[in-house]
């Protein structure tokens, strides 16, 4: 079956950038894309952006978008997000979610990762 | 950006009431509209996609309508594992916006 597992809590500070994971398993890797959705203490689901893990091509929304990479590693089944110049308001449970191979309106978020809290501190 | 507003932003129900949800969009994309329910601590489940298709496994007491611009989020027979919160998505354009949620809680 399906399993996205994301990597564990991370605690930075203002300005430091974060890298998370997203490992996928039992499906094909490559068949399919990953989105990215946060969520701060308390608030609703914002979605920060999509990879194709067939082609690599991205779709960041604009508020993120100076300051976000999405990558994949196709030997590792793994999506990575790094999001840079962090600041208080980005402590938040990010999780990934399996999207399409192409950028499409007819996509729905079955299956997502267990979710990663990051905490920006100082 | 497409801008979703869900009513109520919360209510309170019984066991066995019917409740319904709607979620408004600032321009319509047709049926390109997905609900989730999320509980504390926990990843959102997808329970319907495009509008009304039930998600795979998930209770025929959900139900979903509507297009263009107005979907609704119904809920029959209300049942205390339903008391959770509900977040409409469209997903016809980037960025792919939620919903600020529904929180359903018991009366």
């Known amino acids: 079956q399906v399993h996205l597992v994301q990597s564990g809590s991370e605690v930075t500070k203002p300005g430091a950038s974060v890298k998370i994971s997203c490992k996928s398993s039992g499906y094909t890797f490559t068949s399919y894309g990953i989105s990215w959705v946060r969520q701060a203490p308390g608030q609703g689901l914002e979605w920060m952006g999509w990879?194709?893990?067939?082609?690599?091509?991205?779709k960041y929304s604009e508020k993120f978008q100076d300051r976000v990479t999405m990558t994949t590693d196709t030997s590792t089944n793994t999506a990575y997000m790094e999001l840079g110049s962090l600041r208080g308001d980005d402590t938040a449970v990010y999780f990934c979610?399996?999207?399409?191979?192409?950028?499409?309106?007819?996509?729905?978020?079955?299956?997502w990762g267990q979710g990663t809290l990051v905490t920006v501190s100082s | 950006d497409i801008q979703m507003t869900q009513s109520p932003s919360s209510l309170s129900a019984s066991v066995g009431d019917r409740v319904t949800i709607t979620c408004r969009a600032s321009q319509t994309f047709s049926s390109y509209l997905n609900w989730y329910q999320q509980k504390p601590g926990k990843a959102p489940i997808l329970l319907i996609y495009t509008a009304s298709n039930l998600h795979s496994g998930v209770t025929s007491r959900f139900s979903g309508s509507g297009s263009g611009t107005e979907f609704n989020l119904t809920i029959s027979d209300l049942q205390p594992e339903d008391f959770a919160t509900y977040y409409c998505?469209?997903?016809?354009?980037?960025?792919?916006?939620f919903g600020q949620g529904t929180r359903v809680d018991v009366k």
């Open positions: 998505q469209q997903s016809y354009n980037a960025p792919r916006t």
């Open positions: 990879i194709s893990t067939f082609n690599g091509d991205t």
């Open positions: 979610a399996r999207d399409l191979a192409f950028f499409v309106p007819t996509v729905y978020f079955e299956f």
